[in-house]
């Protein structure tokens, strides 16, 4: 007997493949793939609102089976955002029926998308809406006090994102919006003027029909008052300004889709909350010129590269401004253009917003 050998060995088990345990994947035995099902039965919709990671949709709109389905988003689609106005595609149960729930498997191509930031140091963007092709401003003559800077802050917004865009004042009753408006009066804007006891609606319906319109505005403006008179059913959350803030308080709280019907046609307004204030750090500095249209046209006579700022030389909106070419708004246009240029100022030394008008 070799000295490595015992007699204990006479006593140890044999063993093979079969006494061999694995313990079982927690995620389970199949492996992933990076190949997505291409659901070809899917079902086309648009998203009218957002509720706590639960989703509204449209289906068939305007057809014979003309729907409104309750969806959640499906895990590929974890790291894209779904808002309203998306176009999206369904699978699942597609019913409508009371209980029951869809996922959403695909996001269609964004024609426009209206963004905004926490201020204008933030990078990150808070997508409001999809797909809009006009915009609405609300703004009050009175309680609260208009602001020319939120405005312009609007209009950049909405150029940027290739929206159109509409202006309201409501409260003409409280005070003469006519001066407020002069601040806008190079602009090729229409205005629609309303008060206690006459509101446009019928002048604000025909520019809204067969359109897509996105509601903004201050907080206590009167938006949802308005939302309310064009669509009656929309039942939006109304409140009052604080006399002594002068602030409005916030009644809508999440953006939502309703149809505005007229005779044989329809749109869609869009209620967004209503917010103090509308960072830009978000978009593009070249755009913030085309949110002065009677400005930009100047601009085409500035220097190659021209910041527009007090100090660029030579720069013909300036010039033109000081020789009083623009009239005795042109003053008030100007500040309102360079104060947001100056936000980028880091940005248009690089020429990225002197190109846009020279």
Same mark, same amino acid.
């Given at each position: ?5 015992? $007699? ?47 989703? *509204? ?13 309750? *969806? ?68 009050? &003559? ?14 950049? &917004? &909405? ?14 009753? =409280? ?16 205005? #629609? =003027? ?20 996105? #509601? ?46 007229? $005779? ?6 869009? $209620? ?5 204030? #509308? ?14 249209? $009677? ?20 720069? *013909? ?40 008008? &020279?």
């Amino acid at each position: 007997m070799s000295w490595w050998e015992t $007699d204990d060995d006479e006593d140890e088990p044999e063993y093979d493949e079969a006494d061999v345990r694995v313990r079982p994947s927690r995620r389970g035995s199949r492996p992933r793939t990076k190949t997505r099902p291409e659901h070809a039965d899917a079902v086309p919709g648009s998203v009218l609102g957002v509720d706590r990671g639960r989703y *509204a949709v449209l289906v068939d709109e305007g057809g014979p089976d003309e729907r409104e389905v309750v *969806a959640a988003r499906a895990s590929e689609l974890r790291r894209k955002s779904v808002v309203t106005g998306d176009r999206v595609d369904l699978v699942g149960d597609t019913t409508g029926e009371p209980g029951t729930l869809s996922r959403i498997v695909r996001v269609g191509e964004r024609t426009t998308l209206l963004r905004r930031s926490a201020d204008d140091t933030d990078e990150v963007e808070r997508v409001i809406v999809a797909n809009a092709d006009q915009m609405l401003i609300v703004i009050a &003559a009175a309680n609260p006090e208009p602001r020319t800077r939120l405005v312009d802050r609007y209009l950049v &917004a &909405a150029y940027d994102a290739g929206i159109e865009p509409l202006l309201c004042v409501t409260k003409t009753d =409280l005070a003469d919006p006519a001066p407020f408006l002069e601040n806008f009066a190079g602009l090729d804007i229409p205005v #629609f =003027l309303s008060g206690r006891e006459r509101m446009p609606l019928e002048s604000i319906v025909e520019r809204l029909v067969d359109h897509r319109t996105v #509601f903004v505005g201050h907080s206590g403006v009167g938006k949802s008052t308005l939302v309310n008179a064009l669509v009656p059913d929309a039942h939006r959350a109304t409140g009052v300004v604080n006399a002594v803030t002068g602030r409005g308080r916030h009644t809508s709280s999440s953006t939502v889709s309703l149809r505005l019907e007229s $005779d044989d046609r329809h749109g869609w307004v869009i $209620d967004t909350p209503g917010v103090r204030s #509308f960072g830009l750090g978000h978009i593009d500095p070249a755009n913030i010129l085309r949110a002065f249209t $009677d400005l930009a046209a100047v601009a085409e006579r500035c220097p190659r590269g021209c910041t527009h700022l007090p100090d660029a030389p030579d720069c *013909a909106i300036v010039e033109a401004v000081a020789a009083g070419e623009l009239g005795d708004i042109g003053r008030a246009r100007l500040d309102s253009l360079q104060r947001l240029l100056a936000t980028f100022a880091p940005s248009i030394g690089s020429g990225a917003a002197g190109e846009a008008g &020279a």
